[in-house]
Nanobody, 119 residues
Framework: QVQLVQSGGGLVQPGGSLRLSCEVS????????MDWYRQAPGEERELVAT???????NYADSVLGRFTISRDNAKNTVYLHMNSLKPEDTAVYYC?????????????WGQGTQVTVSS
């Protein structure tokens, strides 16, 4: 069994910063790549950032230069550092892991966390 548990998020003013965390737990697993997605009301879920197991990263154009994805392999945790937040960043944020569980690859999702950017 593999679980992804998210923490962080909340309400922040425009221009502020937040950090989201996503910890992977369980047995007999290994993590390949990790992603952060977000979904605003009435919108489709969109990919925000990706980090591979070698540390390569990729970002959506809308967050490039403002968001940073990182991972701590020792803690099986991925982070999303969000700076210069804008009202349009308001969404539920989800982490997703491409994880080998008992050597079988699959995608696993976190529970989601609300980020609201408002004055």
């Amino acid at each position: 069994q593999v679980q992804l548990v998210q923490s962080g998020g909340g309400l922040v003013q425009p221009g502020g910063s937040l950090r989201l965390s996503c910890e992977v737990s369980g047995n007999s697993f290994s993590i390949s790549s990790m992603d952060w997605y977000r979904q605003a009301p009435g919108e489709e879920r969109e990919l925000v950032a990706t980090i591979t197991n070698s540390g390569d990263t990729n970002y959506a154009d809308s967050v490039l230069g403002r968001f940073t994805i990182s991972r701590d392999n020792a803690k099986n945790t991925v982070y999303l550092h969000m700076n210069s937040l804008k009202p349009e960043d308001t969404a539920v944020y989800y982490c997703r892991g491409r994880i080998y569980y008992n050597y079988i690859p699959g995608f696993y999702w976190g529970q989601g966390t609300q980020v609201t950017v408002s004055s």
